[in-house]
Structure formats: C-alpha cells, structure tokens
Nanobody
Framework: QMQLAESGGGSVQAGGSLRLSCTPSGLTFDDYAMGWFRQAPGKEREGVSCVYWSSGSTYYADSVKGRFTISRDNAKNTLYLQMNSLKPEDTAMYYC???????????????????WGQGTQVTVSS
C-alpha cells in the first residue's frame, strides 16, 4: 500500500521561506503525478502545485506562482515544495498526494488523488 510522508512544515514570519518534502513508499504504479494541497481552517482543500513524475511538467495555483517551486529528486524518490516570500494567507495544513493517470486540466482537484499524506502545518505570521 502506498504511503506518503511529509516533513518540513513550521512557523515563519512573512517574507520567509520553508521547504516541504514528501517521500512516497510502496509506489506500484506508473504514469503518476504528485501534488501539494493545502487546507486552512474553515476552507476547502485547494491544489497548490503538481508535477508529473515522468515528464517533469509542473502546474501551480495562481496564488503561489512566482513564489513556490515544486520539484522532484528521482534518485531520492522525494518530492519538494520550496516556498518563498511566504504570506500569512499561506498558513494552512499542507498535504502531499499522488494520482495515477491524472488529466492535467484537473491537476488541482483533490478528488483526482487517491493517496494522501498526513499533512504538515505551515504557519506564517505577519
């Protein structure tokens, strides 16, 4: 069974940076994509970014473009989310997720992802 383990969350002041990591285990399928989602209290879970593991194609929510960078290290089998210029509105629980055969036009939809990590908290203070 596939498992995803996130790390790297924490508290930072506005303008600061954090890097999240996600390491999958038990991966048994190909043609997959991995994404980062976030959910703030009282809000719906939203797609932040996605990378297609084979092609390297990446997608970002408009709210994080130019500030966040998603990347993967095939050798380490690890997914990253580098978050710069953080804002208080970036405060949320961040989740790593994996999907198989994901149409790129719905990369942002949490309903397309079957495998989820436990989440890591990111708190940005003003």
């Amino acid at each position: 069974q596939m498992q995803l383990a996130e790390s790297g969350g924490g508290s930072v002041q506005a303008g600061g940076s954090l890097r999240l990591s996600c390491t999958p285990s038990g991966l048994t399928f190909d043609d997959y994509a991995m994404g980062w989602f976030r959910q703030a209290p009282g809000k719906e879970r939203e797609g932040v970014s996605c990378v297609y593991w084979s092609s390297g194609s990446t997608y970002y929510a408009d709210s994080v473009k130019g500030r966040f960078t998603i990347s993967r290290d095939n050798a380490k089998n690890t997914l990253y989310l580098q978050m710069n210029s953080l804002k208080p509105e970036d405060t949320a629980m961040y989740y790593c997720a994996a999907a198989q055969h994901l149409p790129n036009k719905v990369w942002w939809s949490p309903y397309e992802y079957k495998h989820w990590g436990q989440g890591t908290q990111v708190t940005v203070s003003s």
